[in-house]
Protein backbone atom coordinates (compact mmCIF):
# COMPACT_ATOMS: atom_id res chain seq x y z
CA UNK A 1 0.00 0.00 0.00
CA UNK A 2 1.45 3.55 -0.90
CA UNK A 3 -1.23 5.64 0.51
CA UNK A 4 0.83 9.45 0.22
CA UNK A 5 1.73 10.83 -2.75
CA UNK A 6 5.52 10.71 -3.39
CA UNK A 7 7.05 12.66 -6.34
CA UNK A 8 7.07 9.98 -8.68
CA UNK A 9 3.55 9.52 -8.78
CA UNK A 10 3.56 13.50 -9.31
CA UNK A 11 5.42 13.07 -12.04
CA UNK A 12 3.15 10.39 -13.33
CA UNK A 13 0.18 12.54 -13.13
CA UNK A 14 1.54 15.60 -13.79
CA UNK A 15 0.86 17.32 -11.37
CA UNK A 16 4.67 18.31 -10.37
CA UNK A 17 5.57 20.20 -12.99
CA UNK A 18 2.87 22.58 -12.38
CA UNK A 19 3.83 22.39 -8.46
CA UNK A 20 7.24 23.64 -9.52
CA UNK A 21 5.39 26.89 -12.13
CA UNK A 22 4.59 30.43 -10.28
CA UNK A 23 1.43 29.61 -8.74
CA UNK A 24 0.88 32.88 -7.20
CA UNK A 25 1.07 34.98 -10.12
CA UNK A 26 -1.27 37.47 -11.44
CA UNK A 27 -4.49 36.00 -13.05
CA UNK A 28 -6.23 37.29 -16.55
CA UNK A 29 -9.09 37.93 -14.55
CA UNK A 30 -10.98 36.45 -10.97
CA UNK A 31 -13.74 33.85 -11.70
CA UNK A 32 -17.34 34.69 -10.25
CA UNK A 33 -18.98 31.87 -8.76
CA UNK A 34 -22.60 32.69 -7.65
CA UNK A 35 -22.46 31.26 -4.42
CA UNK A 36 -20.23 30.00 -1.81
CA UNK A 37 -21.37 26.78 0.74
CA UNK A 38 -18.87 26.76 3.17
CA UNK A 39 -18.89 23.15 5.10
CA UNK A 40 -17.39 23.92 8.80
CA UNK A 41 -15.77 20.42 10.46
CA UNK A 42 -15.35 22.07 13.95
CA UNK A 43 -12.91 20.89 16.26
CA UNK A 44 -10.18 19.38 13.46
CA UNK A 45 -10.62 17.29 10.91
CA UNK A 46 -7.32 14.72 10.74
CA UNK A 47 -5.81 14.71 7.58
CA UNK A 48 -3.75 11.82 7.55
CA UNK A 49 -7.64 10.15 8.42
CA UNK A 50 -8.98 11.68 5.40
CA UNK A 51 -7.94 13.24 2.28
CA UNK A 52 -4.04 12.94 3.11
CA UNK A 53 -3.59 9.22 3.96
CA UNK A 54 -0.64 8.17 5.07
CA UNK A 55 1.12 4.53 5.95
CA UNK A 56 -1.23 2.94 8.86
CA UNK A 57 -0.08 3.02 12.11
CA UNK A 58 -1.23 1.21 15.68
CA UNK A 59 -3.16 3.48 17.89
CA UNK A 60 -3.19 0.64 20.84
CA UNK A 61 0.97 1.93 20.47
CA UNK A 62 1.71 5.52 21.01
CA UNK A 63 4.88 4.77 19.31
CA UNK A 64 3.71 3.77 15.88
CA UNK A 65 2.04 6.94 14.43
CA UNK A 66 0.25 6.60 11.37
CA UNK A 67 -3.53 7.07 9.58
CA UNK A 68 -5.82 5.11 11.67
CA UNK A 69 -7.24 3.45 8.02
CA UNK A 70 -6.05 2.18 4.94
CA UNK A 71 -6.54 4.10 1.96
CA UNK A 72 -8.09 3.35 -1.54
CA UNK A 73 -7.40 4.87 -4.80
CA UNK A 74 -9.53 7.71 -6.39
CA UNK A 75 -10.56 8.50 -9.92
CA UNK A 76 -7.32 10.88 -9.99
CA UNK A 77 -4.32 8.85 -11.33
CA UNK A 78 -1.70 8.75 -7.95
CA UNK A 79 -4.53 10.38 -5.94
CA UNK A 80 -5.76 7.90 -2.54
CA UNK A 81 -8.37 9.05 0.15
CA UNK A 82 -8.92 7.23 3.19
CA UNK A 83 -11.21 4.08 2.49
CA UNK A 84 -14.57 5.87 4.63
CA UNK A 85 -14.63 8.07 1.77
CA UNK A 86 -15.47 5.50 -1.27
CA UNK A 87 -18.19 7.66 -2.60
CA UNK A 88 -16.04 10.82 -2.56
CA UNK A 89 -13.39 8.50 -4.20
CA UNK A 90 -15.38 8.37 -7.12
CA UNK A 91 -15.87 12.25 -7.40
CA UNK A 92 -11.55 13.62 -6.39
CA UNK A 93 -11.70 15.35 -10.43
CA UNK A 94 -14.38 17.84 -9.17
CA UNK A 95 -12.47 18.20 -6.15
CA UNK A 96 -9.20 20.01 -4.89
CA UNK A 97 -7.86 18.72 -1.47
CA UNK A 98 -5.66 21.59 -0.41
CA UNK A 99 -3.43 19.18 1.75
CA UNK A 100 -0.91 22.14 2.69
CA UNK A 101 -3.42 24.34 4.42
CA UNK A 102 -0.79 25.84 7.79
CA UNK A 103 -1.13 28.31 10.86
CA UNK A 104 0.88 28.32 14.14
CA UNK A 105 -2.38 28.34 16.90
CA UNK A 106 -2.67 25.00 18.04
CA UNK A 107 -3.77 24.66 21.46
CA UNK A 108 -6.80 26.98 21.60
CA UNK A 109 -9.83 25.67 18.95
CA UNK A 110 -11.43 29.20 19.58
CA UNK A 111 -8.79 31.54 18.12
CA UNK A 112 -8.22 28.71 15.66
CA UNK A 113 -11.73 29.00 14.48
CA UNK A 114 -11.52 32.91 14.88
CA UNK A 115 -7.92 33.01 12.18
CA UNK A 116 -9.96 30.15 9.76
CA UNK A 117 -12.84 32.16 9.34
CA UNK A 118 -12.10 35.67 9.78
CA UNK A 119 -7.99 34.81 8.37
CA UNK A 120 -6.76 37.37 10.85
CA UNK A 121 -5.83 36.82 14.31
CA UNK A 122 -7.31 38.23 17.11
CA UNK A 123 -5.37 41.58 17.96
CA UNK A 124 -5.95 45.45 18.72
CA UNK A 125 -9.25 47.06 18.54
CA UNK A 126 -10.67 45.50 15.13
CA UNK A 127 -13.23 43.45 14.71
CA UNK A 128 -12.48 41.88 11.55
CA UNK A 129 -15.13 40.49 9.42
CA UNK A 130 -15.87 36.35 8.47
CA UNK A 131 -15.39 35.14 5.13
CA UNK A 132 -18.94 34.89 4.74
CA UNK A 133 -19.45 38.18 5.67
CA UNK A 134 -17.15 39.49 3.08
CA UNK A 135 -18.72 37.57 0.38
CA UNK A 136 -21.73 38.70 1.38
CA UNK A 137 -20.85 42.83 1.55
CA UNK A 138 -19.08 42.74 -1.57
CA UNK A 139 -21.67 40.43 -3.97
CA UNK A 140 -25.05 40.90 -2.51
CA UNK A 141 -27.48 38.56 -2.21
CA UNK A 142 -28.85 37.09 -5.19
CA UNK A 143 -31.78 38.43 -4.83
CA UNK A 144 -33.59 41.00 -2.72
CA UNK A 145 -35.71 37.43 -1.80
CA UNK A 146 -33.04 35.96 0.32
CA UNK A 147 -30.18 37.27 2.14
CA UNK A 148 -26.83 37.34 1.43
CA UNK A 149 -25.36 35.13 4.17
CA UNK A 150 -27.22 32.28 6.15
CA UNK A 151 -25.32 30.26 8.95
CA UNK A 152 -26.96 26.46 9.69
CA UNK A 153 -25.26 26.14 12.85
CA UNK A 154 -25.11 28.10 16.14
CA UNK A 155 -24.22 32.00 16.05
CA UNK A 156 -20.88 33.42 17.10
CA UNK A 157 -18.43 36.70 16.51
CA UNK A 158 -15.96 34.36 14.93
CA UNK A 159 -19.03 33.86 11.44
CA UNK A 160 -19.83 37.57 12.28
CA UNK A 161 -19.68 40.98 10.00
CA UNK A 162 -17.08 42.70 12.54
CA UNK A 163 -16.16 46.49 11.60
CA UNK A 164 -18.80 45.77 8.41
CA UNK A 165 -21.69 46.28 10.58
CA UNK A 166 -25.28 44.25 10.44
CA UNK A 167 -25.85 44.44 6.94
CA UNK A 168 -23.36 42.04 6.20
CA UNK A 169 -24.00 39.71 9.19
CA UNK A 170 -26.20 36.44 8.75
CA UNK A 171 -29.45 34.72 9.56
CA UNK A 172 -28.88 32.05 11.11
CA UNK A 173 -30.89 28.64 11.88
CA UNK A 174 -30.13 25.44 14.00
CA UNK A 175 -33.50 23.59 12.85
CA UNK A 176 -33.59 22.45 9.17
CA UNK A 177 -37.00 21.16 10.19
CA UNK A 178 -38.37 25.01 11.40
CA UNK A 179 -36.35 27.37 9.21
CA UNK A 180 -34.64 30.52 11.04
CA UNK A 181 -36.52 31.68 14.36
CA UNK A 182 -38.37 34.87 14.57
CA UNK A 183 -38.96 35.12 11.01
CA UNK A 184 -42.74 33.53 11.48
CA UNK A 185 -45.09 36.30 12.83
CA UNK A 186 -46.77 34.19 15.59
CA UNK A 187 -50.69 33.45 15.51
CA UNK A 188 -51.51 35.63 18.01
CA UNK A 189 -50.44 38.68 15.78
CA UNK A 190 -52.82 39.53 13.22
CA UNK A 191 -51.57 41.47 9.88
CA UNK A 192 -53.14 45.22 11.54
CA UNK A 193 -51.14 44.46 14.54
CA UNK A 194 -47.84 43.36 13.16
CA UNK A 195 -48.54 46.49 10.53
CA UNK A 196 -48.46 49.40 13.95
CA UNK A 197 -45.54 47.49 15.31
CA UNK A 198 -43.74 48.13 12.16
CA UNK A 199 -45.17 52.42 12.12
CA UNK A 200 -43.55 52.04 15.54
CA UNK A 201 -39.99 50.75 14.67
CA UNK A 202 -39.98 52.75 12.07
CA UNK A 203 -40.55 55.63 13.72
CA UNK A 204 -38.04 55.09 17.04
CA UNK A 205 -35.00 54.39 14.17
CA UNK A 206 -36.05 57.03 12.28
CA UNK A 207 -34.49 58.27 8.70
CA UNK A 208 -30.55 57.88 10.43
CA UNK A 209 -27.95 59.11 8.46
CA UNK A 210 -26.08 57.16 6.62
CA UNK A 211 -23.24 55.37 7.75
CA UNK A 212 -23.98 55.38 11.43
CA UNK A 213 -24.99 51.97 13.70
CA UNK A 214 -28.13 52.91 13.74
CA UNK A 215 -28.58 53.40 9.99
CA UNK A 216 -27.44 50.22 9.80
CA UNK A 217 -29.84 48.52 12.27
CA UNK A 218 -32.63 49.84 10.75
CA UNK A 219 -31.14 48.48 7.20
CA UNK A 220 -30.80 45.09 8.85
CA UNK A 221 -34.44 45.37 10.67
CA UNK A 222 -36.23 46.16 6.87
CA UNK A 223 -34.22 43.18 5.37
CA UNK A 224 -35.98 41.59 8.39
CA UNK A 225 -39.14 42.11 7.64
CA UNK A 226 -38.99 41.74 3.61
CA UNK A 227 -37.84 37.82 4.67
CA UNK A 228 -40.36 37.37 7.34
CA UNK A 229 -42.84 36.78 4.36
CA UNK A 230 -43.77 32.58 2.52
CA UNK A 231 -41.72 33.32 -0.57
CA UNK A 232 -38.24 33.12 1.46
CA UNK A 233 -39.87 30.78 4.16
CA UNK A 234 -40.72 28.38 1.34
CA UNK A 235 -36.83 27.48 0.90
CA UNK A 236 -36.59 25.89 4.29
CA UNK A 237 -39.48 23.44 3.17
CA UNK A 238 -37.27 20.03 2.53
CA UNK A 239 -40.34 17.97 2.30
CA UNK A 240 -40.86 19.30 -1.09
CA UNK A 241 -37.78 17.58 -2.25
CA UNK A 242 -38.09 13.92 -3.34
CA UNK A 243 -37.60 11.10 -1.22
CA UNK A 244 -34.80 10.02 -3.54
CA UNK A 245 -32.57 13.34 -2.85
CA UNK A 246 -32.82 13.53 0.77
CA UNK A 247 -32.53 10.21 1.69
CA UNK A 248 -29.22 10.39 -0.80
CA UNK A 249 -27.94 13.04 1.56
CA UNK A 250 -28.19 11.37 4.92
CA UNK A 251 -29.12 12.31 8.55
CA UNK A 252 -28.99 15.57 10.25
CA UNK A 253 -25.47 16.73 8.37
CA UNK A 254 -27.07 15.83 5.06
CA UNK A 255 -30.17 17.77 5.37
CA UNK A 256 -28.27 21.06 6.79
CA UNK A 257 -26.35 20.46 3.25
CA UNK A 258 -29.49 19.63 1.54
CA UNK A 259 -30.88 23.01 2.22
CA UNK A 260 -27.54 24.82 1.82
CA UNK A 261 -27.82 23.92 -1.98
CA UNK A 262 -31.65 24.73 -1.82
CA UNK A 263 -30.38 28.47 -0.17
CA UNK A 264 -27.54 28.79 -3.37
CA UNK A 265 -30.35 28.05 -5.72
CA UNK A 266 -32.50 30.94 -4.20
CA UNK A 267 -29.56 33.31 -4.69
CA UNK A 268 -28.15 33.14 -1.20
CA UNK A 269 -24.69 34.19 -1.98
CA UNK A 270 -22.59 32.52 0.87
CA UNK A 271 -24.00 29.77 3.73
CA UNK A 272 -21.90 28.08 6.26
CA UNK A 273 -23.13 24.98 7.34
CA UNK A 274 -21.63 23.83 10.50
CA UNK A 275 -21.05 20.27 11.43
CA UNK A 276 -21.71 20.03 15.22
CA UNK A 277 -24.75 18.65 15.95
CA UNK A 278 -25.66 15.16 17.15
CA UNK A 279 -21.96 13.50 16.18
CA UNK A 280 -22.45 9.90 15.48
CA UNK A 281 -18.95 9.33 17.43
CA UNK A 282 -20.05 11.58 20.47
CA UNK A 283 -17.47 14.00 20.37
CA UNK A 284 -16.93 15.25 16.86
CA UNK A 285 -14.03 16.18 15.10
CA UNK A 286 -11.97 16.86 18.58
CA UNK A 287 -10.63 13.33 18.64
CA UNK A 288 -8.75 13.46 21.77
CA UNK A 289 -8.37 9.89 23.75
CA UNK A 290 -11.24 7.91 23.08
CA UNK A 291 -13.44 10.08 21.18
CA UNK A 292 -11.35 8.59 17.98
CA UNK A 293 -12.75 4.80 18.34
CA UNK A 294 -15.72 5.76 15.93
CA UNK A 295 -14.34 8.31 14.02
CA UNK A 296 -15.03 6.33 11.06
CA UNK A 297 -18.87 7.39 11.35
CA UNK A 298 -18.34 11.05 11.35
CA UNK A 299 -15.89 10.27 7.74
CA UNK A 300 -18.66 8.10 6.90
CA UNK A 301 -21.09 10.78 7.63
CA UNK A 302 -19.16 13.42 5.60
CA UNK A 303 -18.64 11.15 2.74
CA UNK A 304 -21.94 10.48 2.17
CA UNK A 305 -23.18 14.12 2.64
CA UNK A 306 -20.51 15.92 0.81
CA UNK A 307 -20.75 13.59 -2.47
CA UNK A 308 -24.38 13.78 -2.63
CA UNK A 309 -24.31 17.66 -2.90
CA UNK A 310 -21.66 17.82 -5.46
CA UNK A 311 -23.79 14.87 -7.37
CA UNK A 312 -26.84 17.42 -6.57
CA UNK A 313 -25.16 20.23 -7.78
CA UNK A 314 -23.93 18.93 -10.70
CA UNK A 315 -26.95 17.18 -11.88
CA UNK A 316 -28.76 20.54 -11.34
CA UNK A 317 -25.74 22.44 -13.92
CA UNK A 318 -25.04 24.09 -10.65
CA UNK A 319 -21.54 22.95 -9.75
CA UNK A 320 -19.27 24.77 -12.06
CA UNK A 321 -21.30 28.28 -10.13
CA UNK A 322 -21.37 27.00 -6.81
CA UNK A 323 -17.96 26.88 -4.75
CA UNK A 324 -18.12 23.96 -1.79
CA UNK A 325 -15.52 24.28 0.63
CA UNK A 326 -14.85 22.15 3.45
CA UNK A 327 -13.18 23.54 6.20
CA UNK A 328 -11.82 22.89 9.71
CA UNK A 329 -9.55 24.59 12.27
CA UNK A 330 -6.49 22.52 12.41
CA UNK A 331 -5.54 18.82 11.57
CA UNK A 332 -4.24 15.72 14.04
CA UNK A 333 -0.59 14.93 14.48
CA UNK A 334 0.09 11.24 13.06
CA UNK A 335 1.03 10.63 16.60
CA UNK A 336 -1.88 8.78 19.30
CA UNK A 337 -1.94 9.92 22.50
CA UNK A 338 -1.88 7.78 25.48
CA UNK A 339 -5.22 6.58 25.09
CA UNK A 340 -5.50 6.29 21.44
CA UNK A 341 -6.85 9.60 20.14
CA UNK A 342 -5.42 12.48 18.39
CA UNK A 343 -3.19 16.02 19.79
CA UNK A 344 -4.01 19.25 18.02
CA UNK A 345 -1.56 20.06 14.45
CA UNK A 346 -1.30 23.55 12.74
CA UNK A 347 1.81 23.00 10.26
CA UNK A 348 0.16 21.11 8.09
CA UNK A 349 -3.54 20.08 7.22
CA UNK A 350 -6.04 19.85 4.47
CA UNK A 351 -9.00 21.84 3.86
CA UNK A 352 -11.07 21.39 0.62
CA UNK A 353 -12.25 23.19 -2.84
CA UNK A 354 -14.79 21.53 -5.16
CA UNK A 355 -16.85 23.24 -7.91
CA UNK A 356 -17.11 26.90 -8.21
CA UNK A 357 -15.99 26.81 -11.95
CA UNK A 358 -12.41 26.06 -10.95
CA UNK A 359 -9.72 23.43 -13.11
CA UNK A 360 -9.78 20.43 -9.99
CA UNK A 361 -6.71 18.46 -10.04
CA UNK A 362 -7.75 15.68 -7.06
CA UNK A 363 -5.04 17.58 -4.57
CA UNK A 364 -2.64 20.09 -4.21
CA UNK A 365 0.40 20.49 -2.14
CA UNK A 366 2.77 17.33 -1.01
CA UNK A 367 3.59 16.91 2.83
CA UNK A 368 5.99 13.94 3.77
CA UNK A 369 5.32 10.59 4.88
CA UNK A 370 4.51 11.70 8.72
CA UNK A 371 2.07 14.44 7.35
CA UNK A 372 3.55 17.00 9.64
CA UNK A 373 5.54 18.89 6.98
CA UNK A 374 5.24 20.37 3.85
CA UNK A 375 7.08 19.28 1.21
CA UNK A 376 5.48 21.74 -1.77
CA UNK A 377 3.02 24.05 -2.34
CA UNK A 378 2.45 25.54 1.54
CA UNK A 379 -1.34 27.62 2.01
CA UNK A 380 -1.53 30.34 4.50
CA UNK A 381 -4.53 30.77 5.63
CA UNK A 382 -4.59 34.18 3.98
CA UNK A 383 -4.22 32.46 0.86
CA UNK A 384 -6.84 30.40 1.21
CA UNK A 385 -9.15 33.19 1.69
CA UNK A 386 -7.70 34.76 -1.20
CA UNK A 387 -8.47 31.72 -3.34
CA UNK A 388 -12.09 32.07 -2.22
CA UNK A 389 -12.55 35.62 -2.69
CA UNK A 390 -11.05 35.16 -6.31
CA UNK A 391 -13.57 32.31 -7.11
CA UNK A 392 -16.24 34.41 -6.11
CA UNK A 393 -15.34 37.68 -8.33
CA UNK A 394 -14.03 39.57 -5.55
CA UNK A 395 -10.45 40.87 -5.98
CA UNK A 396 -8.31 39.57 -2.86
CA UNK A 397 -6.25 42.76 -3.07
CA UNK A 398 -9.50 44.83 -2.61
CA UNK A 399 -9.71 47.43 0.39
CA UNK A 400 -12.94 48.06 2.96
CA UNK A 401 -12.87 50.93 5.31
CA UNK A 402 -13.08 50.82 9.46
CA UNK A 403 -14.33 54.30 9.70
CA UNK A 404 -10.82 56.17 8.31
CA UNK A 405 -9.12 52.74 8.22
CA UNK A 406 -8.21 50.90 5.23
CA UNK A 407 -8.32 47.41 5.89
CA UNK A 408 -7.53 44.86 2.96
CA UNK A 409 -9.79 41.79 2.92
CA UNK A 410 -7.03 39.46 3.13
CA UNK A 411 -3.64 39.58 5.55
CA UNK A 412 -1.82 40.09 2.29
CA UNK A 413 -3.18 36.69 0.93
CA UNK A 414 -2.26 35.59 -2.56
CA UNK A 415 -5.04 33.08 -4.91
CA UNK A 416 -4.24 29.63 -5.78
CA UNK A 417 -4.72 30.95 -9.66
CA UNK A 418 -2.96 27.53 -10.98
CA UNK A 419 -6.87 26.50 -10.06
CA UNK A 420 -8.45 29.33 -11.93
CA UNK A 421 -6.25 28.77 -15.28
Not at 58 to 66: A, E, I, L, Q, Y
Amino acid sequence: MTPSLDRRQLIGTGLSAALASPLLAAPRSFRKADSCIFLWLGGGMGQMDTFDPKAVGDSSRPGKPGSLYGSIPTCVPGVRVCEHLPQMARLMDRVTAVRTVNHKVVDEHAFATNLVHTGRMIGGNVTYPSIGSLVAHTRGAGTSDVPAYMLIGYPNVSRGPGFLGARASYVYLTDTETGPSGFSRPASVDASRAHAREVLLKGLVGDSPSGTSLASYRQAQEQALRLSGPAFLRHFDLKTESAEVRSSYGGEFGQRCLLARRLAESGVRFIEVSHNLNFLNGTGWDVHNEGIRNQHLLIRELDTALSALLIDLEQRGLLDSTLVVVATEFGRPPEFDGRGGRGHQGSAFTMVLAGGGLRHRGVYGVTDDSGKKIIEGAVSIPDFHATILAAMGVDPALELMDGTRPVPVTDGGKPLFVLMG
